[in-house]
């Protein structure tokens, strides 16, 4: 009904614009010209923006908070019992205020994570192959040497306390349900253990040197082979790249059995999301689109930067060339437009 | 054969043998057009600009697409957009091109019927525009699906949908035209075919055509005037062009319209490259998948008013189906306009404001289709639908009623 | 004047003799656009029923379209005049897409229904309209029942056949 309410200001305008128009005896082409504006303006607002906003209704920006209180307001709103959520992040924010001790942090994690995890630039290798991987745990798990760059720290600590809940998809695994998230929630662990792991990620991905590159890269082939290195931890695990020859490392099979389909190749999502929707959505992809099987992973605001970057630069890699040639053009066709309006007007001097 | 005698230049030499002369006469420069005129009859000349970049970027696009179901979306989103040197901008110009050209159809068929320029002699102009209309229709439609993205797919598929209303033949006639059961590889070579080369042709006879029917008639002017060409010719030819009612083809109605071609060409480029996610759906960078209907599926902006009045009737009225109706409905919406100079009996040949009843009627009717056309985009929901049911009826209302509101505006004009 | 008639007549028959050309050659037209004897034979679909559970979808992929396979669990009563038996229990068999436009809707295993993500229509387990905007229930593919565990789609079988007409007779599910 809106667009009718708009749609009857415009007709408004366009019988006040005419009557004023006239009365100060603006130029009659002129008056057509700003009646066609107007409409086309109208037309052009409710079938593009007007209707996106229609089509798809507004959610809250991306945060980088990671105290699970959009989380909390998720439940409250469907009236669903949040105090279970509200208890575990208030326990996350308690913890997160510990000092972490990487030294301990690094024996910490050797015997608890390496049985699964790989943690290459540190020494840690994988232990079996991607595919048998994903056929014992039902995903490829993350090699962790840039864990501690990319996910935020708060969310880390979430993830080792409860993954589940960290990740925001409890409606895939509930408590006592039929299917199991890979990764146990550890209850052994006390806060301070914890915030040690946390610590010593940290400092083992601060240590990891920035991806080589061939000799004379230019800014751009430099910024996408790190950010290159951000989307292959991030989200490679599941999702292909085919524009830029990235598989995912989860062969395609198990990966429809661990989530039930097949998660897109990612090419084209810039083209197809836009960055906007990529923000929020890999934010929190549950608020994006209820009950997707795609776990929020907890990147930090830059690495997310680094992510959304990177489809840019591999789904329209021509963004730059486009936006450095647009002016020129404009700029070459304005002068093409005022000289068309000198000759014309010299040819019709004769004519009036 | 004549004897020729020697040509003493290369001009001399052509006009033997071409009549290069009296042929720019006929053509350019003794071809009368009335001087009373706007920017508005410049939109002809601005559409066909606009066809020949179609027509050029088209041919550069050509030549890395690929017609087939496993490889069309990558040759358009990779090879041409990322690799193909200036790919990207063939296709942008391509792809805004197509979207826009529908805007200056519409300015110039709607400018046509504001002025009456469908009256007394210029039928066949109107007709033949028409024609165009639908080849232009045809050439989106089939353009649409080339890239073969989720909104290519699913806009083929309902689209060709619709015939499958049509009575008794309407099921085989969806798989005759598809090829197979299903949008597939057989219906995107066969659109292939008609974007690249039959359509075209056609497009291009039926500019030719429309050019030769307005040679007789002659242009309409802003006030609908009829003058004696001939006599208004005489005095621009001997040299007083200031008081001829008239000017020539070449240069000066073409200085202008070059002029409104090169303005319009910045607001065009502008959109090429800073917006023109209107005329490129976001939706259609998905690769089509026949298992997976978008959320939303919708035409491209300019079919969204029959689209609408396809929609609108979705209840049953006296024991007929509301597909059925909506079928019925978009059938006649396809066909009204062809038969408007019938429709308005009226012989005013004058802006529509200067009509005592056809302004109201012109007006109504602009409205009307800017209703259908926003709300042919949302979701056909509650208070929607209802929109869409009653401006659908408006349509229908506004051109069965016509020739009675024309009749009654010539009798109020009493014959005059 | 002999020379004149026979003339016209001369010119009539050539008119004749061409059109016949002309429309046999739109025949063989009309045949380059018919579907290829490879798209006919691959209309057909064979599912093997023994690997479906109770109450979950399998979706199985028939002319291009997708087709609902739902088994109906002992506290789901078979549908009259929907329900197809095959082997020892009941399933719905449907095309699965929205009777309103096209889009394919979502079953929900908990309130045993269908709900259709574009514009809201709801559907019964059996594929009957509920809510919203679709005119008319899900469509039922042809189908034959070749033993208790195979049916093949796109072969019209005799079950298909007295489903079809017991639908006609109720002008209300078509």
């Known amino acids: 009904m809106f667009a009718l309410y708009v749609g009857v200001a415009v007709a408004i305008l366009l019988i006040v614009l005419n009557i004023v128009l006239s009365k100060i005896s603006f130029p009659k082409e002129g008056r057509i010209l700003a009646i066609i504006i107007v409409l086309v303006g109208y037309i052009y607002w409710g079938f ?305 | 054969m004549a004897e020729f005698e020697k040509a003493n230049s290369i001009g001399e030499w052509f006009d033997q043998r071409l009549n290069v002369k009296a042929f720019t006469k006929v053509m350019m420069t003794e071809y009368w057009i009335p001087k009373n005129i706007n920017f508005l009859w410049a939109m002809g000349a601005l559409l066909v600009m606009l066809f020949k970049l179609l027509l050029i970027t088209g041919i550069f696009l050509l030549m890395y697409y690929k017609p087939d179901v496993n490889l069309a979306f990558d040759s358009v989103n990779y090879t041409i957009m990322q690799e193909v040197g200036y790919g990207w901008l063939f296709r942008n110009i391509h792809g805004v091109g197509a979207s826009v050209v529908f805007l200056i159809i519409y300015i110039h068929m709607f400018t046509a019927i504001y002025y009456g320029s469908y009256k007394k002699g210029r039928e066949m102009i109107w007709l033949s525009g028409m024609l165009l209309f639908v080849l232009f229709s045809a050439e989106g439609f089939s353009g649409y699906m080339l890239p073969w993205g989720q909104m290519s797919y699913w806009a083929a598929y309902v689209i060709t949908e619709i015939f499958g209303g049509i009575p008794f033949i309407g099921d085989e006639l969806v798989v005759w035209i598809r090829g197979n059961f299903y949008v597939a590889d057989a219906t995107l070579t066969r659109f292939f075919m008609l974007h690249v080369l039959l359509i075209p042709i056609a497009i291009i006879g039926a500019i030719a055509f429309h050019f030769y029917t307005l040679r007789f008639p002659h242009v309409n002017n802003e006030e609908g005037e009829f003058f004696d060409y001939h006599a208004e010719s005489k005095k621009y030819l001997a040299g007083d062009k200031a008081h001829s009612k008239v000017i020539a083809f070449w240069p000066d109605f073409l200085s202008k319209d070059i002029m409104v071609i090169a303005l319009f060409m910045v607001f065009f480029f502008y959109l090429v490259f800073y917006n023109n996610g209107f005329a490129m759906d976001p939706v259609n960078f998905d690769k089509a998948d026949s298992m997976k209907t978008p959320a939303h599926i919708y035409p491209e902006w300019y079919f969204l008013w029959s689209y609408e009045v396809l929609r609108g009737f979705f209840f049953e009225i006296g024991g007929i189906s509301g597909k059925d109706l909506g079928l019925m409905a978009f059938g006649f919406a396809q066909g009204i306009f062809l038969v408007l100079p019938w429709l308005d009996r009226s012989p005013m040949v004058k802006p529509a404001n200067q009509r005592p009843v056809f302004k109201y009627w012109f007006w109504l009717l602009m409205a009307d289709l800017f209703v259908l056309t926003i709300f042919g985009k949302l979701p056909p929901t509650g208070i929607n639908a209802w929109v869409g049911f009653f401006s659908s009826i408006t349509f229908l209302g506004l051109f069965i009623s016509l020739p009675f509101l024309s009749k009654i505006e010539a009798k109020m004009a009493g014959g005059k | 004047m002999i020379n004149e008639s026979r003339r016209g007549f001369m010119g009539k028959a050539f008119g004749a003799v061409a059109a016949v050309g002309a429309v046999a050659s739109l025949v063989a037209m009309k045949k380059s656009w018919d579907p290829l004897p490879s798209v006919m034979a691959a209309g057909f679909t064979t599912v093997d029923m023994s690997k479906l559970t109770d109450n979950k979808l399998e979706i199985v992929k028939w002319q291009g379209k997708p087709i609902f396979l739902l088994r109906f669990g002992a506290d789901m009563p078979p549908v009259e005049k929907r329900s197809v038996k095959v082997g020892q229990h009941y399933y719905a068999v449907m095309i699965g897409l929205c009777t309103h436009l096209g889009c394919i809707p979502a079953y929900r295993d908990t309130t045993k229904d269908f709900k259709c993500a574009c514009h809201g229509g709801e559907f019964t387990a059996a594929g009957v309209q509920k809510f919203g905007p679709p005119p008319i229930p899900l469509h039922i593919p042809p189908f034959s029942i070749k033993d208790e565990n195979t049916i093949v789609l796109g072969e019209s079988g005799p079950e298909y056949q007295s489903l079809i007409a017991s639908l006609s007779t109720d002008t209300n599910i078509a």
């Open chain 1, 48 to 352: 593009e923006p007007f209707a996106h906003h229609e089509m798809h209704p507004h959610v809250e920006e991306a945060s980088f908070a990671f105290d699970g209180k959009q989380d909390v307001a998720a439940l409250e709103h469907e009236g669903k019992d949040a105090t279970e959520t509200k208890a575990f992040w208030a326990s996350v924010l308690k913890t997160a205020e510990h000092k972490g001790d990487a030294v301990a942090g690094k024996t910490l994690f050797t015997a608890n994570c390496t049985a699964c995890h790989s943690m290459k630039s540190e020494g840690f290798a994988e232990l079996m192959s991607d595919a048998d991987a994903a056929a014992s745990y039902g995903v490829t798990p993350p090699d962790l040497s840039l864990a501690g760059k990319i996910y935020d720290r708060n969310f880390l600590i979430a993830f080792i306390a409860n993954p589940v809940k960290a990740m925001h998809i409890e409606h895939k695994y509930s408590a006592g349900g039929e299917k199991v998230f890979p990764m146990p929630a550890s209850d052994s662990l006390q806060p301070q253990e914890i915030v040690s792991i946390v610590a010593y990620m940290v400092e083992a991905a601060s240590k990891v040197p920035a991806p080589k590159v061939k000799e004379g890269a230019s800014e751009f082939e430099i910024s996408k082979a790190a950010n290159k290195e951000v989307f292959e931890t991030a989200c490679g695990r599941c999702h292909a790249m085919g524009y830029a020859g990235i598989q995912a490392r989860t062969p395609a099979d198990a990966m429809s059995k661990y989530i039930g389909a097949t998660p897109p190749d990612l090419s084209q999502y810039i083209r197809s999301r836009g960055d906007h929707y990529l923000h929020n959505f890999i934010n929190d992809p549950q608020r994006k689109l209820h009950g997707t099987g795609m776990p929020r992973v907890g990147l930090n605001e830059k690495a997310q930067e680094q992510v959304v970057e990177y489809m840019t630069q591999v789904g329209d890699s021509k963004k730059d060339e486009r936006e450095a040639l647009g002016p020129k053009v404009l700029i070459y066709l304005a002068i093409l437009a005022l000289f068309s309006f000198l000759w014309k007007r010299k040819i019709w001097k004769d004519l009036h």
